[in-house]
């Protein structure tokens, strides 16, 4: 076993970098042929309905994505639900102060644990509206020729409005990304020391007093 360098602490573990994967590529697949249903400039790509069949196969994987981060890490799917449901007193102070981390100024925020309120907001909207996009999705897929007309009308306003929730997160998640240098962390499951005693005080505390 390879030992942790001592500027690096472990971020991700492979079955969380591997979930990240599956549910981004999906994700992706999702959007791109949705847009190519739904956006007249774009139809030429469905010719043939392809973008249909790859869109159901996109909603196939994305739906994997709870069970498939249940069967290879579990302890890290609760962690996840938990601390994206769970807020302290210094979660609410980073909130008052995200305008300043917005613009890539994270020396001074409140000290934060392994997700920072920000990332917290991120994964429960993600959470929440997965879970609409699903079931709308589902009942599209399955009900169209039982659904009275305006059944379905407001079914797929449900599902385009959680989609482009879901792509504003997207968005978001890109940003800051970029913003903070935080690409290597998933591709490698390392980050630096010193960011995390930055931005996840709490965290990093956390991890050294059980070291």
Same mark, same amino acid.
Request: hydrophobic share 50%; aromatic share 12%.
């Given at each position: 076993?390879?030992?942790?360098?001592?500027?690096?602490?472990?971020? *991700?573990?492979?079955?969380?970098?591997?979930?990240?994967?599956?549910?981004?590529?999906?994700?992706?697949?999702?959007?791109?042929?949705?847009?190519?249903?739904?956006?007249?400039?774009?139809?030429i790509f469905d010719a043939g309905s392809i973008s249909r069949y790859l869109h159901r196969l996109g909603a196939i994987g994305f739906m994997?994505?709870? %069970?498939?981060?249940?069967?290879?890490?579990?302890?890290?799917?609760?962690?996840?639900?938990?601390?994206?449901?769970?807020?302290?007193?210094?979660?609410? @102070?980073?909130?008052?102060?995200?305008?300043? *981390?917005?613009?890539g100024r994270a020396a001074g925020m409140p000290p934060q644990g392994r997700l920072n309120a920000g990332q917290k907001i991120h994964h429960?909207?993600?959470?929440?509206?997965?879970?609409?996009?699903?079931?709308?999705?589902?009942?599209?897929?399955?009900?169209?020729?039982? %659904?009275?007309?305006?059944? %379905?009308? @407001?079914?797929?306003?449900?599902?385009?409005?959680?989609?482009?929730?879901?792509?504003?997160?997207?968005?978001?998640? %890109?940003?800051?990304? *970029?913003? *903070?240098?935080?690409?290597?962390?998933?591709?490698?499951?390392?980050?630096?020391?010193?960011?995390?005693?930055?931005?996840?005080?709490?965290?990093?505390?956390?991890?050294?007093?059980?070291?």
């Amino acid at each position: 076993m390879n030992k942790q360098p001592d500027d690096k602490i472990l971020r *991700y573990r492979p079955g969380q970098r591997m979930v990240h994967a599956v549910l981004a590529i999906s994700f992706l697949l999702l959007l791109l042929t949705g847009l190519a249903i739904l956006w007249r400039p774009l139809t030429i790509f469905d010719a043939g309905s392809i973008s249909r069949y790859l869109h159901r196969l996109g909603a196939i994987g994305f739906m994997l994505v709870p %069970l498939l981060y249940l069967v290879i890490d579990w302890r890290g799917a609760k962690e996840l639900i938990i601390e994206s449901f769970t807020y302290d007193r210094d979660d609410w @102070a980073w909130m008052k102060r995200s305008r300043q *981390y917005f613009f890539g100024r994270a020396a001074g925020m409140p000290p934060q644990g392994r997700l920072n309120a920000g990332q917290k907001i991120h994964h429960a909207g993600v959470i929440i509206m997965s879970f609409f996009v699903v079931a709308s999705g589902l009942v599209m897929w399955f009900g169209r020729d039982v %659904l009275t007309q305006n059944t %379905l009308a @407001a079914t797929v306003i449900i599902h385009d409005i959680s989609m482009f929730v879901l792509t504003v997160l997207l968005v978001g998640h %890109l940003y800051f990304t *970029y913003v *903070y240098k935080a690409l290597s962390g998933m591709t490698t499951g390392y980050i630096d020391r010193t960011a995390a005693e930055l931005e996840h005080a709490k965290w990093v505390k956390e991890i050294d007093s059980h070291s």
